[in-house]
């Protein structure tokens, strides 16, 4: 099992931040750098726009993946995204990601006065989306009239290597999300899902594979998770305390100030802690689901001390699972 790590690119992300985190997971062994693309989610901070950023990504790493967790649909056009994703993977030898969502948060769309279709246009936008990316990546001379979008003898050059980029798909919805995964995408990416959870998503991936005649172990699967983890008891506090902060609203019957109490609380919304042991079981049980990649939250970016547990007490024994 490969280990990676999601930044919140909204969360305050400078440049000198991203290189540093950049350099980071490249020489602690990680497989790979995720981030937001989001311009804000509450108070505005510092948000690095995502496929600037990503020129970074390619020319100052030469082994890691890296990409969008995940573009909606509802910021760019789809001709811009397949021109800027293409070219992205030529300049990063192969390396880039090409995650994709229907658009999750309405406050940002509207203070930047982007419009904001229902969920049911979202994902239909999203359909065309994937099918329009990828004739652009792989065909001369594209036509393509759908509901939304429209082109006429179109020839993205330069285009991309045969097969790249690989297109994701976030989310778990099983009505949607899952039937877009298995019929166009090629890694399907998951949230702070617990392994029982995940196995009820993966069923309802399964069968919706089955209706379109697709192996579901063509599909990467890779799954984002919080953790309340690190070296030391203090920074295991610290953690707690910023993630009470954020997930606190959904576990309004219990006494948040039990810090030891929240941990375990939250164990049930997919959030791991525990020791080094606990948490290398519990990535155990992912990998036998078949689960290839298990993406650690990044959500201390000032500090690189959880980076660098991570990378000495976890990597080595899920990159053996």
């Known amino acids: 099992m490969d280990i990676g790590l999601m930044i919140a690119a909204h969360d305050g992300l400078t440049w000198d931040r991203w290189r540093h985190i950049l350099h980071l997971a490249e020489r602690l062994g990680f497989s790979s750098v995720f981030r937001s693309d989001h311009y804000h989610m509450a108070a505005p901070k510092d948000s690095l726009e995502a496929y600037v950023s990503f020129v970074m990504a390619a020319m100052e790493t030469e082994r890691i993946r890296f990409g969008p967790m995940v573009t909606p649909v509802t910021f760019r056009h789809p001709v811009d995204v397949a021109r800027m994703a293409g070219q992205i993977d030529l300049l990063s030898n192969g390396r880039f990601v090409m995650g994709l969502g229907s658009g ?15 969920m049911k246009e979202r994902f239909d936008r999203l359909e065309e989306w994937m099918q329009l990316i990828k004739l652009l990546w792989t065909e001369s001379s594209v036509n393509y009239d759908g509901r939304f979008y429209h082109v006429t003898d179109a020839d993205m050059l330069p285009r991309p290597a045969t097969g790249r980029p690989p297109m994701l798909i976030g989310g778990g919805g099983e009505k949607r999300t899952l039937r877009l995964v298995a019929q166009y995408a090629d890694e399907w990416n998951a949230i702070n899902l617990t ?23 063509t599909i990467r699967r890779s799954l984002d998770l919080h953790a ?33 109490a929240f941990r375990t609380e939250i164990k049930s919304s997919g959030i791991l802690s525990g020791s080094t042991d606990e948490i290398v079981d519990t990535m155990g049980r992912y990998a036998e689901l078949g689960i290839d990649e298990v993406i650690f939250i990044h959500f201390f970016q ?20």
Do not use: M
């Open 302 to 321: 000032e500090i690189d001390d959880i980076p660098e547990y991570i990378a000495a007490e976890i990597v080595p024994r899920a990159n053996a699972l």
């Open 104 to 118: 999750s948060v309405e406050r940002e769309h509207h203070t930047y006065g982007l419009p904001w279709p229902s």
């Open 195 to 217: 392994p029982d959870d995940y196995a009820l998503k993966l069923q309802v991936l399964e069968q919706h594979c089955e209706a379109v005649g697709r192996d579901p172990s």
């Open 228 to 260: 309340l983890i690190g070296p030391t008891p203090e920074l295991v506090e610290r953690a707690t305390d910023t993630l009470v902060q954020v997930f606190a609203h959904r576990y309004t019957d219990v006494d948040t100030s039990d810090r030891a």
